[in-house]
């Protein structure tokens, strides 16, 4: 070793408080989108989580936000947050929500936290979906993150056997149900150079509820936060 200039690579515990920081710093810039009055829709996840402290803690009080999850809708009404029925609430001018992975076209693989199902439901509905994201999660081609997929229970093993035809690895995920009852399929081994196809060809088969790939209906915004708390926005 010259001179001992040779430095450390950073350990796990490192790589996760950057990404932490970079999570929070994405969800106080998405603040800054927030009007009175407005209609919000929130995802599910851990980098929503800070932006639901973050909006409790400010002086910016939407008209109500509908939720894609019971957990977020328990931390919502904890932040003196009305829950709004989507079917009463018209459609909705922003939704924000996290990404487990996001390519340059603003195309996500989503689900991580189970919730994907309602996630497309909440971002089709929709006028905005503004991704937060750190650093990490941007990607040049999607898939080194399983896609999830729901599923009814009783198609479970058809449906891993068609995953297996086209030509990726199906695992099933060992949590409770999901808020609808069914379960999900983490799929490895996809490299996704067309999304938006994979999605159709995913969503078609039977007892698939829906696929963690947003590619019909991809972020209009991506806001990255870095370790520094630096951000940086991209539109589609």
Not at 67 to 84: F, K, Q
Not at 169 to 179: A, G, K, L, V
Not at 205 to 219: E, Q, T, Y
């Amino acid at each position: 070793m010259a001179n001992g200039s040779m430095t450390n690579p950073p350990t796990g515990g490192k790589v996760a408080a950057a990404g932490e920081a970079g999570k929070r710093a994405a969800a106080l810039a998405a603040l800054e989108l927030v009007q009175e009055e407005t209609r919000l829709g929130v995802g599910t996840g851990s980098t929503v989580n800070f932006f639901i402290e973050a909006l409790a803690g400010s002086h910016r009080r939407p008209a109500g936000a509908v939720s894609s999850s019971e957990g977020t809708s328990r931390l919502l009404r904890a932040a003196g947050i009305d829950v709004l029925d989507l079917n009463m609430s018209g459609e909705l001018e922003l939704y924000v929500d996290g990404a487990d992975e996001a390519d340059p076209g603003l195309r996500l693989i989503k689900g991580g936290g189970g919730a994907l199902t309602r996630e497309k439901i909440v971002a089709a509905a929709s006028r905005e979906f503004v991704c937060l994201v750190d650093e990490r999660k941007r990607v040049d081609v999607l898939g080194a993150f399983g896609v999830p997929i729901e599923v009814i229970p009783m198609a479970r093993s058809h449906v891993a056997r068609e995953i297996v035809r086209l030509g990726a690895d199906p695992e099933y995920r060992e949590t409770p149900p999901t808020d609808n009852g069914n379960v999900i399929l983490d799929c490895h081994g996809f490299h996704i150079e067309e999304p938006l196809a994979l999605e159709a060809r995913l969503n078609a088969i039977a007892g698939v509820v829906a696929c963690g790939l947003f590619a019909a209906r991809p972020a209009d915004r991506l806001i990255i936060g870095a370790a520094d708390g630096q951000v940086e926005m991209v539109t589609a």
